[in-house]
């Protein structure tokens, strides 16, 4: 079984900075892309950003200068270095993966909090 778990968490005063990270284990193959979603209260899961095996990264508009995404691909771990958060940066970050070779698979972890106070 996939299995996903994120790390990093927390409350942090509106400026401030946390880095997340998610490690891969289990039955997970052939990483093609990992990356952070979020989900605030009332909203719909979002994009934050991804990166595959080769380095490409991609970054929604909202963080883009402030969240650094980077992996390390021997450690099968993703990570997230979000500064100058803002309040409307707080949700739930959830972990992504995609993975597998003739057929993709999506993994996902259990979400870790982010709070932004104002």
């Known amino acids: 079984q996939a299995q996903l778990v994120e790390s990093g968490g927390g409350l942090v005063q509106n400026g401030g900075s946390l880095r997340l990270s998610c490690a891969a284990s289990?039955?997970?193959?052939?990483?093609?892309?990992m990356g952070w979603y979020r989900q605030a209260p009332g909203k719909q899961r979002e994009l934050v950003a991804t990166?595959?095996?080769?380095?490409?990264?991609n970054y929604a508009d909202f963080v883009k200068g402030r969240f650094t995404i980077s992996r390390d691909n021997a450690k099968n771990t993703v990570y997230l270095q979000m500064n100058s958060l803002k309040f409307d940066d707080t949700a739930v970050y959830y972990c992504?993966?995609?993975?597998?070779?003739?057929?993709?698979?999506?993994?996902w972890g259990q979400g870790t909090q982010v709070t932004v106070s104002s």
């Open positions: 992504h993966a995609q993975f597998g070779v003739q057929i993709l698979y999506s993994a």
């Open positions: 289990g039955s997970i193959f052939n990483i093609n892309s």
């Open positions: 990166i595959t095996t080769g380095g490409s990264r």
